[in-house]
């Protein structure tokens, strides 16, 4: 079965244009990748779920913060390199991250030694200009990106 993710990427518009909400996801895997690492606030679906609210679940989990309130336009669908389809919403809003907080998963660590540790699903989370953002963001969700320079440049 294909794992089915749904996200919101937020967008505002800075002093030099365009800016997006982006997560950077936490745990040692992660922890020494920076430029194309970085995702849309994101997470599988629960079962039956529709794709609206799981992308709110998601980032509220990720987060520690609702999403804001205000109309929201399908991004689009993409398929990451491991076969998950995902799934943006973008949401036009200046949201202040200073007290985000994520949410935790456990793992192995260091692997086969017996030892669980928790780990912050998200360890950064921060607003960069589409350009940077292009660097930052994984490869396969860039196209989320361009829908959100699209709507930009219609309004």
């Not at 997560?23 to 922890?31: D, E, N, R, V």
């Not at 849309?40 to 989990?61: M, N, S, Y």
């Not at 799934?87 to 935790?104: C, I, K, M, R």
């Amino acid at each position: 079965m294909v794992a089915t993710s749904a996200g919101i990427l937020l967008y505002r518009l800075g002093a030099d244009g365009p800016e997006v909400l982006i997560a950077h996801p936490g745990g040692p895997f992660w922890s020494r990748k920076d430029e194309g690492a970085w995702s849309i606030v994101k997470g599988l679906l629960a079962e039956g779920e529709d794709l609206w609210t799981a992308a709110r679940r998601e980032f509220r989990e990720e987060m520690g913060i609702d999403v804001p309130a205000g109309a929201y336009v399908e991004l689009g669908t993409v398929t990451q390199r491991g076969g998950k389809i995902v799934t943006a919403f973008g949401v036009e809003s200046d949201l202040d991250v200073s007290n985000a907080v994520s949410n935790t998963f456990e793992i192995e660590w260091p692997p086969k030694s017996g030892l669980m540790k928790s780990f912050p699903e998200v360890d950064r989370i921060e607003w960069f200009p589409l350009e940077q953002a292009r660097q930052k963001l994984l490869p396969s969700q860039l196209p989320f990106l361009d829908a959100v320079e699209a709507i930009v440049a219609a309004n």
